[in-house]
C-alpha cells in the first residue's frame, strides 16, 4: 500500500522551529519529487518547497525563503521540512505530496496532513 504519513505538527510561539517529517512506505521517495504544501483556514492549498528525484530544493512559496528548508534522508525513506522563524502565518495544516514534478498538479500521492499553529 502506498502511503505518506507526515508528522511533527504541533503549536509552537513566533519565532520558534519546528521540524516535520514526511515517511513513505510503499514505494521509495527516491524516484519522485515530494513537495510539502499547506492551507490555512480560509485559504486555498498552496506549495511551500519541493524537492526533486535528483535532490534538487524548489522553492514554492516567497513568504518562507531563508526561513524554511526541505531535506531527504534516503535510508529512512523520509523528506523533512525544517521550519525556522515561524510566524502566525505559518498556521496551517501541512500536507506532503509525491509525484512526477514539483507542483501542484504533479502529485500523485497526499498524506493526510500535520496541523502546525503558531501562537504566542
Known amino acids: 500500500q502506498l502511503q505518506l504519513v507526515e508528522s511533527g505538527g504541533g503549536l509552537v510561539q513566533p519565532g520558534g522551529s519546528l521540524r516535520l517529517s514526511c515517511a513513505a512506505s510503499?514505494?521509495?521517495?527516491?524516484?519522485?519529487?515530494t513537495g510539502w504544501f499547506r492551507q490555512a483556514p480560509g485559504k486555498e492549498r498552496e506549495g511551500v518547497l519541493c524537492i526533486s528525484s535528483s535532490g534538487r530544493s524548489t522553492n514554492l512559496a516567497d513568504s518562507v525563503k531563508g526561513r524554511f528548508t526541505i531535506s531527504r534522508d534516503s535510508t529512512r525513506n523520509t523528506v523533512y521540512l525544517q521550519m525556522n522563524s515561524l510566524k502566525p502565518d505559518d498556521t496551517a495544516v501541512y500536507y506532503c505530496?509525491?509525484?512526477?514534478?514539483?507542483?501542484?498538479?504533479?502529485?500523485?500521492?497526499w498524506g493526510n496532513g500535520t496541523l502546525v499553529t503558531v501562537s504566542s
Open positions: 505530496a509525491a509525484g512526477a514534478s514539483c507542483s501542484f498538479h504533479g502529485m500523485d500521492y
Open positions: 510503499g514505494f521509495s521517495l527516491d524516484y519522485y519529487a
